[in-house]
Each structure stands twice: as C-alpha cells, then as structure tokens.
T-cell receptor, first 118, second 117 residues
C-alpha cells in the first residue's frame, strides 16, 4: 500500500505569494494532520481534519487554512507568504476516528513539502 | 499546556556503543500518550513507539528499549550496539488522550544522533 503522499516535494515562492500543498492519506485513513517543521526544530501542529471537519488548530495565523475532501485528501493553503514560512510542511494520516479516548492514533507521516520563501 | 524537552541537541557515538536519548515532558492530563519518531535525512518521520500513560512497563524491541518513568515525567530511549544506520534526528512527542486531540502531537526539539563507523 502507498504511504502518505505529498506534493509538491519542493517549491520556491516569493514574499506575498500564496501556496497550496497537497496530501493524500493512506487508504482507509480518515484523519489528516498538518505540521510545520522549521529547520533545526521539532514539528509544530497546524491543523487536524477528520471527515472534512476541522478538529484541531494550532497557534498559527489566519493566513494558514486547510480543507479535507470527500476522498480524505487534504490541502494546506498559506496566503501572503513571509520569509518565516520557509519550512518543511508535513502531512500525517491516521485511522481511528478521534471520538472518545479509544487509543491514541499513530500518525503516519509523509516525506513533506519543502517550501522556501525568498 | 503540554511541553516536551529533549535536552541533548546532538550526540555523537562510535558504532557499537550504547546511547540513551533523554525526554522529559510536562502535561496536566492524567491520561496521555508518548511517542518516539525517527527522522532520517529523507525527512519522513518514522514511528518507533507509542506508550500509554497507564503503562509504565519498559519495552524492548531488538536493539531499542524505552524507559518510561511517570514519577520523573521521563520517557528515555536507548539504542544498544548502535549502528551507522541509526544516524538520524530523533523526536519525542506527547499527545492528549481526548477525542479531539489525538491528531495533535507536541514534539520536542529533537536530538541529532550521529553514529560513526
């Protein structure tokens, strides 16, 4: 089975532009989470989506938005790019529903989209 | 608020040495989950282990072992007889055990492990 796939793998943008990153979860996984990893730091949680609904949001400005489609794939959009948005953007998918405490979901991560803002 | 601290920024060892990666966490939750992930140069985070806060039993998987001590809020990771292929960045992470929070992991800063031949 294919793992979590992300596109594009690398991209370069200039300040003020907008970017859309895409993620396809593992087949059967209904939840997608997005993380930002700045060089030399641990990943920071941005969003979690389950069944097309936002289930969690990290401490990121409104320039960051996301959505999940009926096939459970997801897009992360960042508007008005800043130099500080340069990072590796990781998508992760998981199987369980998120309802109740029934087990912590094990997130399976993709290889990421590396965004450079000039 | 949750917090994970990995005090060791970089560790360098020679092949076959044992190495322990430290992880200390903070949370107000009584139920939570702890994780270790490995990030090789390719960038993809690879899941290593998940531990439930109820279960303080140590775990061994091949050359890997984990020591969970709730009393000291630590979840340390030991690699026995390290190999060059173990070279990577290792992250400790914490998640709440609530239905709406399971997809949110709080990561530490990571420890860069370099194993020299």
């Amino acid at each position: 089975d294919a793992g979590v796939t992300q596109s594009p793998t690398h991209l370069i943008k200039t300040r003020g532009q907008q970017v859309t990153l895409r993620c396809s979860p593992i087949s059967g996984h209904k939840s997608v989470s997005w993380y930002q990893q700045v060089l030399g730091q641990g990943p920071q949680f941005i969003f979690q989506y389950y069944e097309k609904e936002e289930r969690g949001r990290g401490n990121f400005p409104d320039r960051f938005s996301a959505r999940q489609f009926p096939n459970y794939s997801s897009e992360l959009n960042v508007n008005a790019l800043l130099l500080g948005d340069s990072a590796l953007y990781l998508c992760a998918s998981s199987y369980q529903t998120g309802q109740g405490v029934a087990g912590a979901n094990v997130l399976t991560f993709g290889a990421g989209s590396r965004l450079t803002v000039l | 608020a949750q917090k994970v601290t990995q005090a060791q920024t970089e560790i360098s060892v020679v092949e076959k040495e044992d190495v322990t990666l430290d992880c200390v966490y903070e949370t107000r939750d009584t139920t939570y989950y702890l994780f270790w992930y490995k990030q090789p140069p390719s960038g993809e985070l690879v899941f290593l282990i998940r531990r439930n806060s109820f279960d303080e039993q140590n775990e061994i998987s091949g050359r890997y072992s984990w020591n969970f001590q709730k009393s000291t809020s630590s979840f340390n990771f030991t690699i026995t007889a390290s190999q060059v292929v173990d070279s990577a960045v290792y992250f400790c992470a914490l998640s709440e055990a609530r239905g709406t929070s399971y997809g949110k992991l709080t990561f530490g800063q990571g420890t860069i492990l370099t194993v020299h031949p």
